[in-house]
């Protein structure tokens, strides 16, 4: 058997070219073909691995869903990027003013301390500085104050803690503590003027079933008045109940003798009533319940 092709000339020459192809390579090649055309014509079931690995989404669907995924993955990025460089300002913040900053929070504990040394107390609690009612409904709010210590982390100004501290007396006489006037505003500012009655209201059930909230005002006559649902009032601090105080314009002037309040408290049928009050402070959640 020749060579594939022989050349009868040198490269510089014109030259003849003769192919002959060996028997057994040409067999090769028909075989090829046709092992292939029976692969062509072979199939798989139901039940191979081959049929288990399709997905049951077009192309289409799993793009989009692939799409959205990393749409989401960018959102948590962009969100854990954003809150890093929360952490990273507070941070900033309380290095600049360090000893301030722990200055007033020691002078803030020894302000607590005494309060405390007085034997008057009967409730201690706090309510929370950043919760809004609107941006929870009832399925994720979980009354512990864990969204509002979350929010208050990321918006404070050098992760200061801002909620409100609230004592209130064996009589029923509240003192607060705004926590979140300290930095800036000193004890003087933080110390609130005692008030002589606190009320306290599940303010968030009353928005959900829409039920009323009566208030009226006359500033001339000293006879401004407010009634709430009764089944959604309390005089002891629950949590997720909103405080609300109450006192007239000469409480703690007279420091003499005991104190008799025109404020009146009156249960109605199904209505609780507050009247003959000068000053209202609508507070916040409560959060925790120390005592």
């Known amino acids: ?37 029976k692969l062509s014509e072979e199939g798989y079931t139901e039940d191979s691995i081959y049929a288990s690995s399709n997905s049951n989404l077009t192309a289409e669907e799993l793009e989009k869903m692939n799409t959205d995924e990393l749409s989401q993955t960018l959102k948590s990025l962009y ?16 290095q600049a003013r360090k000893g301030d900053i722990d200055f007033m929070n020691d002078q803030f504990e020894k302000l607590m301390q005494y309060i405390e040394s007085q034997k008057i107390w009967k409730h201690k609690f706090s309510t929370n500085y950043s919760f809004n009612l609107g941006w929870y409904d009832e399925t994720n709010f979980k009354g512990d104050g864990s969204e509002s210590k979350t929010v208050d982390e990321l918006n404070s100004f050098a992760g200061q803690s801002r909620d409100s501290l609230y004592y209130v007396s064996k009589s029923g006489l509240s003192l607060r503590l705004k926590r979140s006037l300290l930095i800036d505003g000193g004890l003087k500012q933080v110390l609130q003027k005692p008030q002589e009655f606190i009320l306290f209201f599940n303010r968030r059930e009353q928005q959900r079933r829409d039920l009323d909230i009566k208030e009226t005002f006359n500033d001339i ?59 209202e402070h609508p507070g916040h959640q409560i959060n925790k319940i120390y005592f």
């Open 1 to 37: 058997m020749k060579n594939n092709f022989e050349i009868k000339s040198n490269s510089s020459e014109n030259f003849e070219k003769f192919i002959e192809i060996p028997k057994e390579e040409i067999q090769a090649v028909q075989d090829i073909l046709s092992f292939s055309e």
């Open 79 to 94: 969100d854990e990027s954003f809150n890093l460089r929360r952490k990273i300002k507070r941070e900033a913040q309380y």
């Open 221 to 279: 006559e000293s006879l401004n008045s407010i009634d709430f649902p009764s089944e959604l009032t309390s005089f002891e601090p629950k949590l997720e109940y909103n405080a609300i105080e109450f006192s007239k314009f000469n409480f703690s002037e007279n420091i003499d003798s005991d104190y008799k309040s025109d404020i009146q408290v009156i249960k109605n049928g199904d209505r609780t009533i507050v009247k003959n009050y000068d000053n």
